[in-house]
């Protein structure tokens, strides 16, 4: 059984910088520490840009570098125009650019603007009086107060990290500000057109400038409100506050503010790349497409977490899944944006979810692990859409080991779960050690800590050789480092780190993997993910046995397997694919690719 085959815009098959390019994700806290306090660096990031450019790494997306308290891991900018000393200086940056730039890499830097730091000069300014000038880039509100007199917040909102209220009081003014993350990150008032000159003439344009070649923008669709900040229906009764997400995700002028970022920008500039993050939007296709939609002039692409709740949703609640619904998300997107001539942002990793081997592969044993985690390269390689890597994927790092206890856990999302569900449980069964094996389920499978441990470049060296000799790193560094590492990997033809650079020429080379229409075979399939790509006249046969047992996949008569064919690729190794009369037989976890002319 197939499903049909899709036609596209025109637009959609128009050759770009932006859709081509494999841009690889920096978290820089874990990545190269240069110094040895413990933390990575810019300094650091510069002596491996050797190793991405031969990996097959055209951009990088470098995660917050701004000085900031660091309360939410860089997330809290407390300066746009300086670089928090921990990583290095403006000038480290300079370096990194020119370096990059004389290796024809480009670099995208975040950019967090739905909020700032509560040590942002604009926030320290806004709280000191009502009639501050700044006053209204942020969002005050007077307090509610109950029929017996009690002080109440201006609505039930329900910050992001906790299940605390969205609002903090500020006793200096008598009133309540924003934040729906922590209470240090005071959500930014984008009503007030100050606050959008600001940040597109003192934050964009400034590192643009500086020589950026682009923004990954930080929940974007956060940053257009509904005004009137009307309460959140009561989705759970059992807490006081409620998620806020129809109230402020993808508000009423949020097509509006990123047209106008377009344009006073200058983003329609074909050599910068724009990405947003669009969280909190939960499986509606129709809601996030006009973003991208060139007609629109507003992003290139979008990360979209439909894929990334298959097995859970909220994060930290974990759920089994069937490889049918993970090949139904996937679908929906492929045709979704083919048939409207939008842009898919490829990804399973980034530095807010755990590991992808350890969440859609098989870490049971060393030969599953390093076959489950190529065969993920193998999907990701195929998709149409940009391709994104997070450090570490392409070595297969996996999530923590089990015995790590809470205290190994930076994250304060993590943090707060697992305090607060201690505290609640502690009343709830009146005893002082509760129950909690739900709390570590969630955490062991799907906490954010996974993916921030440190790079695990070498094993004979202590920390991995991601820090000095003798350092202690601000994350505990993975126990099986000494198994899984860059260097061990390198000098391995057969390591995933390999298939990761073959697999990067493969998607280079024939250009159905990036641009083909994408035709779903066989989604009933519990074991094999199969499709094709087809760009003009080159076809791409994709099939990826997800189970850990051999398969037979009988192909579709109407696909067909070809007398010749042009190229394959292939997890294992071998000369030929397993061809038996229009069946191919698939050991376990294997993911074979063939391209021929259609």
């Known amino acids: ?43 650091g990031l510069v002596s491996k840009l050797d190793y991405l450019k031969d990996l097959g790494v055209d951009v990088i997306w470098l995660s917050p570098v701004f000085k900031s308290p660091f309360i939410d891991n860089g997330y809290d900018v407390s300066d746009y125009q300086a670089i928090d000393p921990r ?16 290796r ?10 739905n909020h700032t730091s509560d040590q942002h000069p604009w926030f320290v300014e806004a709280r000191k009086s009502k009639d501050n ?34 609002w903090e009081w500020d006793e200096v003014t008598q ?21 959008r000159t600001a940040v597109y003439e003192d934050i964009m344009k400034w590192w643009l400038k500086r020589g950026c070649d682009g923004f990954r923008m930080d929940v974007i669709n956060l940053i257009s409100k509904d005004p009137k900040l009307p309460d959140a229906s009561v989705r759970d009764p059992n807490e006081t506050f409620q998620w806020p997400y129809e109230h402020c995700a993808n508000g009423p002028r949020i097509h509006e503010f990123l047209q106008e970022m377009y344009r006073e920008v200058g983003l329609d500039n074909p050599n910068l790349i724009t990405v947003g993050e669009t969280p909190f939007t939960h499986h509606d296709f129709d809601v996030l497409v006009p973003y991208v939609l060139p007609e629109n002039k507003e992003l290139q692409m979008i990360f979209q977490f439909e894929q990334q709740e298959v097995d859970g949703y909220p994060q930290l609640v974990p759920r089994d899944y069937l490889l049918s619904e993970l090949k139904a998300i996937t679908s929906r997107w492929q045709v979704g944006m083919q048939e409207r001539g939008g842009w898919n942002s490829i990804f399973l990793e980034n530095h807010d979810v755990a590991r992808s081997v350890s969440r859609f592969g098989d870490v049971s044993t060393p030969e599953h ?26 070595i297969a790092m996996a999530n923590v080991p089990t015995e790590w206890p809470i205290e190994e856990y930076k994250d304060v999302a993590s943090q707060a779960y697992y305090y607060e569900e201690l505290a609640a449980r502690k009343i709830k069964q009146g005893i002082d050690d509760p129950d909690l094996a739900d709390v570590w389920d969630g955490l062991r499978r799907k906490a954010r800590d996974h993916a921030r441990t440190p790079m695990q470049w070498d094993g004979t060296l202590s920390n991995a050789g991601f820090s000095k000799e003798g350092a202690e790193p601000w994350m505990r560094v993975h126990d099986d480092y000494r198994e899984w590492n860059v260097a061990t990997q390198k000098s391995d033809s057969n390591s995933v780190l390999s298939f990761w650079k073959r697999m990067l020429a493969f998607r280079k080379k024939y250009l159905s993997c990036t641009y083909g229409i994408y035709t779903l075979l066989s989604p009933d399939d519990e074991k094999i993910y199969a499709y094709t790509k087809d760009y003009k006249e080159e076809r791409s046969l994709v099939l990826l046995n997800f189970s850990k047992k051999s398969e037979a996949y009988a192909v579709p008569a109407e696909v067909g397997l070809p007398e010749k064919i042009t190229d394959f690729i292939g997890n294992f190794p071998g000369d030929t694919p397993d061809v038996q009369g229009g069946t191919m037989r698939l050991r376990p976890y294997e993911a074979i690719v063939l391209v021929y002319q259609k």
């Open 87 to 102: 990583f290095g200086t403006l000038e480290d940056v300079d370096i990194l650019i020119d370096e990059m730039h004389k």
């Open 1 to 43: 059984m197939t499903t049909t085959v899709q036609t596209a815009p025109q637009h959609f098959q128009e050759r770009a910088l932006f859709k081509e390019c494999c841009i690889y994700q920096v978290y820089p806290a874990s990545y190269a520490d240069s110094n040895g306090d413990g933390m990575g660096d810019i300094p």
């Open 369 to 394: 692990r390093a076959a489950s985690a190529k065969l993920l390269s193998a999907m990701q390689c195929t998709l149409s859409g940009t391709l994104y890597i997070y450090q570490g994927e392409e």
């Open 104 to 113: 024809e890499m480009k670099l995208v830097m975040d950019l967090i603007v």
């Open 175 to 195: 009133e309540y500000y924003l934040h729906l993350y922590t209470k240090e990150q005071p959500d930014l008032n984008w009503e007030n057109p100050a606050v």
């Open 133 to 166: 000038p700044y006053r209204d880039f942020f969002w005050w509100r007077p307090p509610r107060f109950s029929p017996e007199g009690e002080r109440l917040p201006p609505n039930n909102w329900r910050e992001e990290f906790s299940n605390g209220s969205a």
